[in-house]
């Protein structure tokens, strides 16, 4: 069974900083593309970050300069630093995983998990 786990959500003021982790278990995903979305209340879910397999990185036009996603694959986790948060930031948070950085970014990767919640007051 395929598991991505997410941590590390929270309350934060404006301007802080978070980073979300993302573990997968159950298989290895070396070769993989990994990524992240997030959906606000009352608003469709939207990609934030990707990073594929050979680590090319694609970012939303929002988080740009702020977010940075990386890989540990020794530990089979994904990243998400979060810098410079505000309150448009708030959602919760999915880790995906995809054998192609285009499934990602077409919104439609294999996996996902079950969201970690970002709360930033204003």
């Known amino acids: 069974q395929v598991q991505l786990v997410e941590s590390g959500g929270g309350l934060v003021q404006t301007g802080d900083s978070l980073r979300l982790s993302c573990a997968a278990s159950g298989r290895t995903f070396s070769g993989y593309a990994m990524g992240w979305y997030r959906q606000a209340p009352g608003k469709q879910r939207e990609l934030v970050a990707c990073?594929?397999?050979?680590?090319?990185?694609n970012y939303a036009d929002a988080v740009k300069g702020r977010f940075t996603i990386s890989t540990d694959n020794a530990k089979n986790t994904v990243y998400l630093q979060m810098n410079s948060l505000k309150p448009e930031d708030t959602a919760v948070y999915y880790c995906v995983a995809a054998r192609s950085q285009f499934a990602i970014l077409g919104g439609r990767p294999s996996y996902w998990g079950q969201g970690t919640q970002v709360t930033v007051s204003s």
């Open positions: 990073i594929s397999s050979g680590g090319t990185t």
